[in-house]
């Protein structure tokens, strides 16, 4: 599951949403994965 936090941009946001849907698949059955994601503030 991810979050969509404006001006992060799509790609950003579904690669947080498939690492999140293959972190739960290798921690076996019935996981629920939220993937944190912070948009960086330019330094």
Known sequence: M???VLGLGKEN???A???S???AKRNG???TIIAEI???EPV
């Open 2 to 4: 991810s979050r969509l």
């Open 13 to 15: 946001f579904f690669k």
């Open 17 to 19: 949403a498939d690492d």
């Open 21 to 23: 849907l293959y972190q």
């Open 29 to 31: 059955k019935n996981q």
């Open 38 to 40: 912070s948009k960086k």
